[in-house]
């Protein structure tokens, strides 16, 4: 999945280092990262030939192996004779570098938290980096801020030799999914998987059970996967919760299954374990 890019060692412990010249730099403007013609990430050298003041003011994110990711809140305005380009932020997951994708969207999601904590928000004034560890401080009333992550579930939902695959209601997207949703506050992870469920397709779940984990730092998350058995009767009923997010609820013979995304996500993995009779 994403996240896996061994023999390569994520390494995000705290660090007050400076950009060496192979460094990567990243650079965000809203939900766009700024990439190459070839989705290639710039390095603190390239910078250094076109805004050196990015790589001055940049700060250390963490490291892959020896190489280092660092943000910078520099502004910097695309211009035809340098070859890089603001682009959607969603591209990465296309790179041709499991590894290199993976570290540009971690980047992007501290970046993004960073760029959002730069007033405090029970005074408004503005935000200092802690010397000793990731968090914003506030100079005026001592708030600390610590980046943040949001819990998701995903849930891949059986009856017997059959899956269910949803289908968001979005222009032009076409892939398949399972039904997922933010955990809300108060519930326990079981609970959101019944109520997603519930609010999704109108079904009811028995025999809950763990299957894997995912960080997902598009919407800066934590997605844990859970299969569940359909009780009762497995009749769809969509968007009960009136929401109308998904256009599609099918279920699918395991037989009949194809993969339609590659091995990045969670999702298609927990898809693939049930065509493969891996289903813990």
Known sequence: MFQDIAPHVFNNEYDRRRPAPSDYLVLLDGRKILLSGDKKLPTAADFEKFCPQAVSEAFYLFSIDETGFFFTHTPFEEREEIPFRYQNIMVLRDMESDCLAFGAAVAAQLGEWYSLHRFCGCCAVPTVHSDEERAIRCPSCGHL?????????????????????????????????????????????????????????????????????????????????????????????????????LSEGIWVNREDLVIEDNSVSLTWDMIRKFRDGLVP
């Open 145 to 245: 801020y610590y980046p943040r992550i949001s819990p998701v579930v995903i849930i891949a939902i059986v009856d017997g030799d059959k899956l269910l695959l949803t289908r968001y209601n979005r222009s032009g997207y076409r892939r398949h999914a399972l039904v997922a949703g933010f955990v809300e506050v108060g519930e326990t992870l079981e609970d959101a998987v019944r109520r997603e469920t519930m609010e999704e397709v109108g079904l009811k779940v028995k025999n809950i059970r763990y299957c894997e984990s995912q960080p997902w730092p598009f919407s800066s998350s934590l997605i844990a996967g859970f299969f569940a058995d359909v009780d009762g009767d497995p009749s769809v009923h969509l968007n009960t919760d009136g929401k109308e997010e």
